[in-house]
């Protein structure tokens, strides 16, 4: 499993706190943590989070002097985080790709205001690019991908595209399946992303890609003492399926358990309980596998 650090993300008290003071200095310490813990690209993101306002003009005026301050001290590539075409083609502008190669333009999607442009703008710098397959094209509007098959058919239509117009090859692309809260996942977004790795793997007009998600979103509202297990587990079994990537803090380890590690074990039941009986809605299987992943979390409890 290789990882794209993210703890350059104002989700995250010391990157807020960076953010506040305009810390060249605090960026480059997030940099230097993640690089000497292994990851692979650095995830760029100085958005507004709950914790914090930020204006789309702040964080375009500060790109140009975060991104130089990160390259100066590591040649790590940088994976660029932000839906905004302009907080794209800014971060571009200021990117030095002959120091640390090809960034990711993270992300294309369905919803995406002005898709033609960041096309242009993934050939103009010759990036690489992730594309949120959770996303579906349903005529001129987007829609949720609500089984397998339109994950599928969102990555494949992608992938067609980036080859045509911006002359990507399989390997340059990352198609990100989607990864809902497990705990409130009531719709079984879980199962349909890891679903989607599989046929996505077995479909020959997409072998080379990378399968990537962002890691944190997965056990969110979970207790602390079970969270980065949960992850871990995630990371197992999503990994049997064909990821190979994930945007996660480098800081938990966030590498795969044991198989028949307890939580792995859990986990799985919970999301068999997930998988939709005959006769009932995808809320009451949903229902059903929240409550299987709660009694995963009172047994740690109880072990502990």
């Known amino acids: 499993m290789r990882i794209i650090g993210d703890l350059i993300n104002n989700a995250y008290a010391r990157a807020r706190k960076a953010f506040r003071e305009r810390s060249l200095e605090g960026y480059q310490n997030l940099a230097l943590l993640q690089a000497n813990l292994g990851v692979e690209y650095l995830d760029l993101n ?3 989070t709950q914790q914090i306002q930020v204006r789309p003009e702040e964080m375009l005026a500060f790109l140009p002097e975060v991104i130089p301050a990160i ?7 940088l994976c660029i985080d932000n839906p905004s075409f ?10 030095d790709r002959a120091r640390s190669g090809p960034p990711i333009v993270n992300s294309l999607a369905a919803s995406r205001q002005r898709l033609d442009d960041m096309i242009a703008l993934v050939s103009e710098y010759d990036a690489l690019v992730i594309v949120m397959a959770s996303e579906r094209f349903v005529g001129t509007q987007s829609a ?4 397998p098959r339109h994950v599928l058919e969102t990555a494949k239509r992608f992938v067609e595209r980036l080859a045509r117009d911006a002359g990507r090859r399989n390997d340059q692309i990352f198609i990100d399946p989607g990864l809902a809260p497990v705990g409130a996942d009531t719709y079984g977004l879980v199962n349909i992303g890891l679903d989607a790795m599989r046929l996505i793997r077995q479909d020959p007009d997409l072998k080379g890609v990378h399968l990537s998600v962002g890691l944190s979103n997965f056990a969110w509202g979970t207790p602390k003492h079970i969270r980065h297990d949960l992850e871990k587990a995630y990371l197992t079994i999503a990994g049997e399926a064909g990821l190979d990537f994930s945007i996660a803090n480098p800081e938990i380890s966030p590498s795969p ?5 307890p939580v792995v074990r859990g986990l799985r039941e919970a999301l068999q309980e997930g998988r939709v009986r005959e006769g009932e809605d995808a809320e009451t299987a949903g229902f059903r596998q929240a409550e299987a992943v709660m009694k995963i979390w009172t047994s740690a409890e109880g072990e502990g």
């Open 144 to 147: 949720q991908s609500m089984n």
């Open 71 to 77: 390259q100066e001290v590591t040649p790590l590539p």
């Open 86 to 95: 302009d907080y794209q083609r800014v971060a571009l502008e200021h990117y």
């Open 46 to 48: 100085v958005d507004g």
């Open 257 to 261: 358990l044991p198989p028949g590690h």
